[in-house]
């Protein structure tokens, strides 16, 4: 049997994370036992959620433990299966977690087609990420055409998906990102009306003079002084997803918000969404972004990292911004 090699939760952080909360361990591989598979992982997605799961606070799902392997999704292989659905060598995404081999239950797996498309996009715009945005877009934003939807984290692997889904849908795309490579990025390559960049200092006059008829539908990735500006613009009967608030993850207070009232004065819906509340609907958002990329509309930016040594180091700097599109690691 192959050597196995894991990423554990070796303690959780208080304030920012540090490489110091992961230790790596290695054991051999474990044969699949009835209904069970063996998957040789090819590639890691490293989230911003997995701050999230390295706390003790109450959450929408239970944190790790210490000693458990770090939780993550991953694109491999079948190696060796006892599920009736999987044979060796088919492509698959699992939740394995930050290791090299996975063993599990079958019914956790999904089978994905990856002769048109580089497997890595079902860990990005063809996978979770992607359908976040897709649910986000199509349920709670519900933007129209020629509404202006605005977007944070907009270089993102949930942002970029946004705003092209803004454009195929008609409505006017406008992304937030953290420097002028993003922002490149953001209006010319993925095709936004226009992106904001936040770090250049005039935050508050660039998203106005983006917007000049104002916000009928934000997607919140960041939140702190972000949503707050955009609070300042939002249009009467406008609408407000919220997906994540990564400014605050490594806070230990969180930033709060200050310009609350601007949701009564406007009568904004605000809603929260967690993914996996679509479930049963994922496979209506999968075929959306299959179609759409099949189109040449939906565009993909990856963040490669090779070998499971970096994924720790890598996920410190990613929630401080230092991806440039999906974050990934090559694990073989
Ligand atoms: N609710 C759900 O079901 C769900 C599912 C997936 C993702 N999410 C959330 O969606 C958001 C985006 O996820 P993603 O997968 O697209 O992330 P991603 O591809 O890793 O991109 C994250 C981006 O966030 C920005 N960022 C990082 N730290 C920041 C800070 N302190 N202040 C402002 N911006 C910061 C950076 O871009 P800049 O350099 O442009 O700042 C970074 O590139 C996250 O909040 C995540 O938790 C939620």
Not at 82 to 109: E, I
Not at 252 to 263: A, C, N
């Amino acid at each position: 049997m192959a050597q196995n090699k894991a990423w554990t939760v070796a303690g959780f952080p208080t304030g920012a994370l540090s490489e110091s909360n992961f230790k790596l361990v290695e054991s051999a591989t474990v044969a699949p036992k009835e209904g069970e598979v063996l998957v040789k992982n090819l590639w890691l997605s490293l989230d911003p959620y997995m701050r999230g799961r390295l706390s003790q606070s109450k959450s929408y799902v239970k944190g790790v433990e210490i000693g458990d392997v770090m939780t993550g999704e991953t694109a491999g292989e079948v190696v060796e299966s006892k599920h009736p659905k999987f044979k060796p060598g088919d492509k698959v995404t699992a939740p394995s977690g930050w290791q090299l081999y996975w063993t599990g239950n079958g019914d956790l797996v999904n089978k994905v087609d990856a002769s048109k498309v580089p497997l890595s996009y079902f860990l990005g715009s063809l996978g979770m990420p992607g359908r976040t945005a897709y649910f986000g877009m199509k349920d709670i934003l519900q933007p129209k055409a020629g509404e202006t939807v605005v977007v944070s984290a907009a270089s993102g692997a949930v942002g970029s998906v946004v705003g092209q889904l803004a454009k195929a849908w008609g409505a006017r795309a406008v992304g937030i990102a953290g420097g002028k490579a993003k922002c490149d990025y953001v209006a010319k390559d993925l095709g936004f009306d226009a992106c904001v960049d936040y770090k250049a200092g005039n935050l508050a006059a660039d998203l106005k003079a983006a917007c000049p008829k104002g916000i009928d539908c934000y997607f919140e990735n960041v939140g702190g002084k972000i949503l707050d500006t955009v609070l300042t613009l939002m249009n009467v009967k406008s609408r407000i997803a919220v997906c994540g608030l990564i400014s605050d993850y490594n806070a230990t207070e969180p930033y709060g918000v200050k310009m609350f009232r601007s949701i009564l004065v406007n009568r904004i819906k605000v809603q929260g969404l967690i993914v996996f509340d679509w479930l049963e609907r994922y496979p209506e958002g999968n075929k959306a972004l299959q179609d759409l990329a099949a189109a040449g509309r939906l565009k993909t930016r990856e963040s490669v990292l090779e070998g499971l040594e970096q994924a720790p180091k890598r996920l410190v700097g990613q929630l401080k911004g230092e991806n440039f599109g999906k974050q990934l690691v090559k694990l073989a």
